[in-house]
């Protein structure tokens, strides 16, 4: 079978910055399991592994605006320390939701002063062109639930959450993802 829309897809990958540096891998992990065309990994890789089939193995170069888009400026602010209510020990690295003009964004702490904090809205990877090397495992097709959930199942099981109608499942996070926001993941 090979990988189209709706198809349950297991890859192992390593993930690469434009430099070469490796960023994470799954090899020797466990890999990672995502819905083919339901943007649950970057565009770029999406398009890389469409038709591809169990033991493809490719090299595949994002640029940035395919991967997590390019880094913008404005979502980098300086907060006052005291929005930051009774959360003391702030440090480099932390992350929030922060409440904006658009809605709840995750945030990551850059830099702390005296008497503001440096945030930032922009992915981990924003503006970085990525290397993947991917190899692809397993490709089946998915469930009916799992196509209307957006998302793989853990062994074909439900997820567990009642999704209603709206099938906004699992708060959007993805367990094969690392604090850097690697794997591909579209989040």
Request: include cysteine.
């Amino acid at each position: 079978m090979n990988i189209a829309k709706h198809t349950a897809v297991t890859i192992h990958y390593t993930l690469s910055n434009s430099q070469g540096e490796q960023i994470e891998s799954s090899f020797g992990a466990e890999p990672m399991l995502y819905l083919h065309g339901a943007e649950n990994i970057i565009p770029g890789l999406e398009a890389a592994l469409e038709g591809k089939a169990v033991g493809d193995k490719l090299e595949v170069n994002v640029e940035a605006d395919q991967a997590y888009g390019e880094y913008h400026e404005g979502l980098r602010q300086e907060v006052p320390l005291e929005a930051f209510g009774e959360i003391q020990d702030i440090v480099p690295g932390m992350r929030f939701i922060a409440e904006t003009e658009m809605g709840q964004r995750p945030v990551q702490v850059t830099e702390v002063k005296d008497e503001s904090v440096v945030v930032d809205g922009n992915h981990p990877l924003a503006g970085e062109n990525l290397r993947f090397s991917v190899e692809v495992m397993e490709v089946r097709q998915a469930s009916e639930d799992e196509i209307a959930h957006g998302h793989i199942h853990a062994a074909g099981q439900s997820c567990g959450h009642d999704h209603g109608d709206d099938h906004e499942c699992c708060g959007g996070s993805n367990p094969n993802c690392d604090s850097k926001g690697g794997c591909g993941c579209s989040h």
